[in-house]
């Protein structure tokens, strides 16, 4: 079917965003005049044009556009933003077809975009590949349907299911359970989200630096929780290369690209914490530990999908890996070397 065809297209495009666009989603466009592609664009960065706009722009005949029909994932925007509304660019060019991947979440678009498009005349098609259009965008859905960020968990565990030997801060050499491919992937991961997150004692025990550094891409927002302030403040998450939020119930003063959020301990954090993210507009959330973080998250169903390694060693003792027990499913496992990555989601994301 041309349609689908033209869409799939608009989805390749749309993943050139992956980690600049937040909050923003990924959004591919397409245009095609007489069977022919005379247009191509995707929203390449939060706060610069939409794919509709860079799909326009990159028309060498505009003359054309007037019997072509413009393809893209995403309904178009109806609101002022930061940009002005690509639904009205729509119409002023004269573009007498759109066909659209999925409809806006967001409430300031929700159908205006396509309505605009209608009572200008316009013909427009809306559901091509919808579920896969959906999926590609399922961070920004999450973030503006629950209020919270996008959660995705990660770990590398024995294959007897331990996460490391039982370590203190004399002792504190972790067993590497990762190797230099899935190291990769893990900084890719990175890569793709707003904010990582650690507990108080993979902080304490690791000194971790939480940034991107084995791919290409901006470091995520550092989070950590350390209820009582005891993290030394000589630890990396410290050195004011990256914004770190530090969960505390202890009063701090701020310094360096470091904020300290007040949390009362005595009510469930995860919806404080996630709260606080939704507000500060950060989508995305990578936890990397430890076993008593990430188990707080599956315990609480506060999650999405997980990334967890199985590497072909056995520790017969140690900390006890985090054990998924919600409805979520395993889509699918990679291997690397003798490492297996399973990968676990949502079934409302096939």
Same mark, same amino acid.
């Given at each position: 079917m041309e349609d689908e065809k033209y869409m799939r297209r608009c989805l390749q495009l749309a993943r050139n965003g992956l980690c600049r666009t937040a909050p923003n989603p990924m959004v591919g466009a397409v245009i095609v005049c007489d069977g022919r592609i005379i247009g191509e664009g995707y929203h390449a960065r939060c706060g610069q044009a939409h794919a509709e706009v860079n799909a326009i722009r990159s028309v060498k005949e505009p003359d054309l556009?007037?019997?072509s029909t413009l393809y893209v994932s995403l309904e178009p925007c109806s609101h002022?933003?930061?940009?002005p509304p690509c639904a009205d660019l729509i119409v002023e060019k004269g573009i007498p077809r759109i066909v659209v991947g999925c409809q806006d &979440? $967001?409430?300031?678009?929700?159908?205006?975009?396509i309505g605009k498009l209608r009572d200008a005349g316009r013909e427009v098609v809306v559901g091509v590949l919808e579920k896969?259009?959906?999926?590609l965008i399922r961070r920004f859905i999450t973030f503006h349907t629950w209020k919270r960020p996008y959660v995705t968990l990660k770990w590398a565990e024995s294959a007897d299911g331990f996460l490391d030997k039982t370590r203190t801060r004399t002792d504190s050499v972790p067993v590497r359970l990762s190797n230099d491919w899935t190291q990769m992937l893990v900084h890719k991961k990175r890569a793709e989200h707003s904010a990582i997150l650690v507990g108080t004692r993979t902080a304490l025990l690791d000194n971790p630096r939480l940034d991107v550094r084995c791919w290409q891409g901006p470091s995520p927002v550092r989070i950590v929780i350390d209820r009582q302030g005891t993290l030394p403040a000589a630890g990396h998450l410290f050195d004011g290369s990256a914004l770190t939020l530090v969960f505390t119930e202890t009063q701090r003063e701020a310094r360096s690209n470091v904020e300290y959020v007040h949390a009362d $301990?005595?009510?469930p954090l995860l919806p404080q914490l996630l709260g606080e993210l939704h507000a500060r507009q950060l989508q995305s959330l990578l936890v990397e530990g430890g076993a008593a973080t990430l188990q707080s998250f599956l315990d609480a169903g506060a999650w999405d999908e997980a990334f967890v390694e199985e590497a072909p060693v056995r520790l017969a003792e140690g900390?006890?890996? &985090?054990?998924i027990s919600q409805k979520k499913i395993c889509l699918k496992e990679q291997h690397f070397g003798r490492?297996?990555?399973h990968y676990w989601a949502d079934e409302t994301w096939l």
């Open positions: 556009l007037k019997r002022y933003g930061k940009t &979440p $967001f409430a300031k678009v929700a159908g205006r975009g896969e259009c959906r999926r $301990f005595s009510q900390v006890q890996a &985090p054990r490492t297996i990555r």
